[in-house]
């Protein structure tokens, strides 16, 4: 896309899809997953639990779903923060790794996005880089 041509971002995909009907077909993981849906979309509830129910985010790494105040997502078991600006609330969520123990002998970083957004439930990702890197 031209936007992400002007930010110097490669390897985007734009897919423009029903995100109910995209998130049970998707296959990629992400480090970041934002979402911003209409406020009056009917199931944006549930969004957060597919989310984590599809394994699509990265552990260690956040979901973040733009909301109006009349949704309160703070009892989702992956609930982790809420800011708001006026009647716009972002609420953040991610896996814990710290409960998750790993023996590697790397650490695998990749910059990954998906990103939803109100224009006809567009859905777009792209992956910038992967390094690995010794772990210490």
Same mark, same amino acid.
Request: hydrophobic share 40%; aromatic share 14%; net charge negative.
């Given at each position: 896309?031209?936007?992400?041509?002007? &930010?110097?971002?490669?390897?985007?995909?734009?897919?423009?899809? $029903?995100? !109910?009907?995209?998130?049970?077909?998707?296959?990629?993981? @992400? %480090?970041?997953?934002?979402?911003?849906?209409?406020?009056? &979309?009917?199931?944006?509830?549930?969004?957060?639990?597919?989310?984590?129910?599809? %394994?699509?985010? $990265?552990?260690?790494?956040? @979901?973040?779903?733009?909301?109006? %105040?009349?949704?309160?997502?703070?009892?989702?078991?992956?609930? @982790?923060?809420?800011?708001?600006?006026?009647?716009?609330?972002?609420?953040? !969520?991610?896996?814990? &790794?710290?409960?998750?123990?790993?023996?590697? $002998?790397? &650490?695998?970083?990749?910059?990954?996005?998906?990103?939803?957004?109100?224009?006809?439930?567009?859905?777009?990702?792209?992956?910038?880089?992967?390094?690995?890197?010794? $772990?210490?």
């Amino acid at each position: 896309t031209l936007e992400s041509k002007r &930010l110097g971002l490669r390897n985007v995909k734009m897919v423009r899809a $029903n995100v !109910f009907d995209f998130l049970p077909l998707c296959k990629e993981k @992400f %480090d970041i997953i934002f979402a911003d849906p209409p406020y009056a &979309l009917e199931g944006i509830e549930t969004i957060p639990a597919k989310i984590f129910e599809q %394994d699509i985010l $990265n552990h260690d790494c956040y @979901f973040i779903l733009e909301h109006g %105040d009349e949704h309160s997502f703070s009892n989702h078991p992956h609930f @982790f923060k809420e800011k708001h600006y006026g009647r716009v609330h972002f609420s953040f !969520f991610k896996y814990d &790794l710290s409960i998750l123990m790993c023996s590697c $002998n790397y &650490l695998h970083i990749c910059q990954a996005v998906l990103s939803f957004d109100n224009s006809r439930f567009g859905v777009s990702w792209c992956v910038q880089t992967v390094t690995v890197l010794p $772990n210490k």
